[in-house]
């Protein structure tokens, strides 16, 4: 089972979170905590594999959840942080995947979207609606002087591989991309596994990063 810690300053909506992620997935809940320092001490006391984190929390010296998460650096990889919001602002995806958070999701996601997030995360994978993505592809996006890197790099693929690259990187599963193309999920993974290997990559979080980067997506 994951090992989760909650960081909100809403009771209610901790205990909302808490009570979809132990419904729907194979989630242990480790620890609360309400603004900055308390998330930066439990997070090291508890040691949680995911950090699922409130982007606006009060405490520490003013930066919110960007600030947990820089100051919980030195944990990574074994503990991962994914950002939750109200807030859909490019400066509020962009400021916490700056300081290292691996996905972002609103507070309008369901249950089972949000185990899925909290479970890819762990995975090593980038957890972001396609809206959300395309903020962190803007942010991170490539000078003229990587344009031809990028196309000899992208040349290693074939159209198929580009395909299934730009959807992973926008954060789709495996599942949700065989269905856009109409193949399988073997297929898929398949092909992602060829892609991660021509392009010397570790996995689907390093894969959105490297898109990212050169602004594919």
């Not at 620890?31 to 006391?45: F, L, Y």
């Not at 991962?80 to 958070?101: E, M, N, P, Q, Y």
């Not at 609103?106 to 395309?134: I, M, P, Q, Y």
Request: charged share 30%; glycine share 8%.
């Amino acid at each position: 089972m994951l090992r989760v810690l909650v960081v909100d300053d809403h009771p209610l909506a901790r205990a909302g979170m808490v009570g979809e992620l132990q419904r729907v997935g194979e989630i242990e809940i480790v620890g609360e905590a309400h603004d900055v320092d308390s998330a930066v001490r439990a997070a090291h006391e508890l040691g949680p594999d995911i950090v699922l984190l409130d982007v606006h929390l009060p405490g520490g010296q003013g930066g919110g959840g960007a600030e947990v998460v820089a100051k919980c650096q030195d944990l990574y990889p074994d503990t991962k942080t994914l950002a939750i919001s109200v807030s859909d602002a490019a400066k509020d995806v962009v400021g916490v995947v700056r300081a290292g958070a691996r996905g972002y999701v609103t507070k309008d996601v369901t249950g089972e979207k949000l185990a899925d997030a909290v479970t890819r995360v762990a995975d090593g994978d980038a957890a972001f609606s396609a809206r959300l993505a395309g903020f962190v592809l803007d942010a991170f996006g490539a000078s003229k002087d990587d344009v031809a890197e990028r196309d000899n790099e992208l040349d290693r693929l074939s159209a198929r591989e580009q395909e299934v690259m730009r959807l992973i990187a926008r954060g789709l599963s495996y599942k949700e991309v065989a269905s856009d193309l109409f193949i399988s999920v073997k297929t898929v993974e398949t092909h992602v596994s060829a892609v991660l290997r021509k392009l010397q990559l570790s996995n689907r979080h390093e894969l959105a990063r490297w898109a990212a980067a050169r602004r594919i997506v």
